[in-house]
């Protein structure tokens, strides 16, 4: 059984910072499209970050592009997305998602094989 299991999320102010966790377990990432998404009350889930396990290339939404870095942890089978200069246009749930589609399709969560429960991030001051 696939199990994808998010944590980190938390309250903090602007310009604050947070690291994201993603613990996988019943998934190889050897040679896999992880990715991080997120869905803020209201709107549909995005894609914020995606890493291609098995070159390490990474891709990122233009609005988080500089300011957030996806990476895995191969040997724990951790997936992490380190977070900075947080804005309030940053609040939502934040899902880890395992097994994205490759070329240039790894923001559609519709292509997603599998999800994690979420974790909610609150930018506010």
């Known amino acids: 059984e696939v199990r994808l299991v998010a944590s980190g999320g938390g309250t903090v102010q602007p310009g604050a910072s947070l690291r994201l966790s993603c613990g996988i377990s019943?998934?190889?990432?050897?040679?896999?499209?992880m990715a991080w998404f997120r869905q803020a009350s209201g709107s549909e889930r995005e894609g914020v970050a995606a890493?291609?396990?098995?070159?390490?290339?990474?891709f990122y939404a233009d609005s988080v592009k500089g300011r957030y870095t996806i990476s895995l942890d191969k040997v724990e089978n951790i997936m992490y997305l380190q977070m900075n200069s947080l804005t309030p246009e940053d609040t939502a749930m934040y899902y880890c998602?395992?097994?994205?589609?490759?070329?240039?399709?790894?923001?559609?969560?519709?292509?997603?094989?599998?999800w994690g429960q979420g974790t909610q991030v609150t930018v506010s001051s």
């Open positions: 998602a395992a097994d994205c589609a490759y070329d240039g399709r790894w923001h559609r969560s519709d292509l997603v094989g599998y």
């Open positions: 019943g998934y190889t990432m050897k040679a896999s499209c």
């Open positions: 890493i291609y396990s098995a070159s390490s290339r990474s």
